[in-house]
């Protein structure tokens, strides 16, 4: 029986998942997304096309492997049925290479109203969320109200779907929302008849048959550790599991099924949508960061915030998803500071600590960071590991030794050729 890997984020979301999973799937043959929804944006770059998926996998562009819909993931039919036609028109199979967990949940028009309304009742404090539905549906899900996939094929779809929805309602006159239902629900009806054109699937019992038959899994995380619903920054976090216990619970993969822990993390930090960000950048380096990474967000185009790489919530992202090896996206983008800094310590109520504690609001902690030489070269290019300029080994080094984990691959641009293998 083979193990199944998983591939996460280690930060704010945004790392580069997207981009490594394309560049790992011939080495595997199932890819299973294991939780979120469409506040995802994954981007794959290759023969100067530029791709972004919300909810399927990031392996569906390979010929062979089957891609999986988990039953941690969150559905809105209207994005997945974009997305699916988007693929139809670039000759993508989809049909043959995409099936869907029967217990994933649906996001309704209603969920995404919900999500407005709430937000918009926090004011200042609101989470800057999506507002793609993830969190009212999360909600349902825990609440023991949703729908999922595996009812559409039930005589009772529609019974659940309004008693559902007069719930939604009940919730949206609270807030004093005014919206127009009956202008979303047709286009949400339509998508979930095109759905039925695709395989829905017990995913526990297809993936641990897959295993047991050898068969090679590796697990797509979403969003990032940081934003993770019970060890990010709450509540300024996602409504999911998005370490690698999630990757258990969204697919029905037993513990010790799990194999290695690939870590994804960008060579520097962004963040977008509200809460505390230790090392954030308010400035002009912040500035340049943004644009030389072209920083804007892959669902919602808004401006990621940026900052220098934080050593102890890394520490902490590796340690809460046992890492086992790691790869460091977007090393091109640093190439233009003369000086690149690392924040190693924080500040803590007075006191020098190197882990991240449970309080990280910028009035009780602040980052300590010491300076290091940059590389100044441009990386685009690099194609092999004995290429990359000193003061970048340097770097990597550092980082490793720092967390205790290797890094396996750093990345020098979006397409799928600039990875450089670093083993
Ligand atoms: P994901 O959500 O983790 O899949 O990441 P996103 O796709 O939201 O954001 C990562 C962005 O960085 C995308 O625009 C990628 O094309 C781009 N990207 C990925 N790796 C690299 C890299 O090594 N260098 C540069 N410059 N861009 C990269
Ligand atoms: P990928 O998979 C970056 C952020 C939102 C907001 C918070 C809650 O592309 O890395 P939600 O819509 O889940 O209620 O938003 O989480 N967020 C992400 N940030 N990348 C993502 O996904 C994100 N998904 C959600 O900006 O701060
Ligand atoms: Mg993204």
Redesign the pocket.
């Known amino acids: 029986m083979s193990k199944a890997d998983v591939l996460l984020?280690l930060q704010w979301?945004?790392?580069?998942?997207?981009?490594i999973v394309d560049v790992l799937t011939p080495n595997y043959d199932i890819i299973a997304r294991f939780q979120g929804g469409p506040n995802?944006?994954?981007?794959l770059?290759f023969n100067g096309i530029k791709h972004v998926l919300h909810t399927i996998p990031s392996g569906i562009f390979h010929p062979t492997a089957i891609n999986i819909v988990g039953n941690g993931v969150v559905i809105d039919p209207v994005i997945f049925k974009k997305e699916i036609d988007a693929l139809l028109k670039l000759g993508v199979d989809v049909k043959s290479k995409l099936i869907i967990s029967k217990r994933a949940h649906l996001i309704l028009p209603t969920h995404r109203l919900i999500d407005a309304a709430s937000e918009a009742s926090k004011g200042k404090n609101k989470i800057g969320s999506t507002l793609k539905g993830i969190g009212p549906t999360y909600m349902d899900k825990t609440g023991r109200n949703g729908l999922r996939i595996g009812d559409i094929e039930t005589n009772e779809f529609r019974e659940k779907y309004d008693a559902l929805v007069e719930k939604h309602k009940q919730l949206l006159s609270y807030h004093n929302y005014e919206y127009n239902l009956a202008e979303l629900e047709p286009a949400w009806f339509e998508a979930i008849e095109s759905l039925k054109n695709l395989q829905f699937v017990e995913s526990e019992h297809y993936l641990n048959n897959a295993m047991l038959a050898g068969k090679k899994v590796l697990c797509e995380g979403a969003q990032g550790s940081l934003l993770d619903i019970d060890f990010g920054s709450y509540p300024f976090v996602t409504s999911s599991n998005t370490i690698c216990a999630g990757a258990c619970n969204g697919l029905g993969i037993p513990p010790n099924k799990i194999g290695n822990v690939i870590g994804?993390f960008k060579a520097y930090c962004t963040r977008v949508g509200s809460g505390p960000f230790p090392t954030e950048l308010e400035n002009e380096t912040g500035e340049r960061m943004r644009q030389e990474?072209?920083e804007f967000g892959?669902t919602t185009g808004r401006p990621r915030r940026t900052g220098w790489l934080d050593i102890p919530a890394l520490k902490y992202a590796v340690m809460v998803n046992g890492v086992t090896e790691l790869m460091m996206?977007?090393?091109?983008?640093l190439s233009i500071f003369d000086e690149i800094e690392i924040c190693t310590h924080y500040e803590h109520n007075g006191e020098k600590i190197d882990y991240l504690p449970y309080n990280i609001d910028p009035a009780y902690l602040k980052p300590i960071t010491i300076k290091v030489k940059g590389w100044n070269v441009d990386l685009t290019a690099i194609d092999s590991k004995d290429k990359l300029p000193a003061a970048l080994m340097e770097y990597v080094k550092f980082i490793e030794k720092a967390v205790s984990t290797p890094i396996s691959i750093v990345?020098?641009?979006?397409d799928r050729k600039?990875t450089i293998r670093m083993n």
Do not use: Y
């Open positions: 984020g979301g945004d790392e580069g998942k997207g981009k995802a944006g994954h981007t770059e994804i990474g072209r892959s996206m977007k090393a091109d983008v990345s020098v641009g979006p600039q």
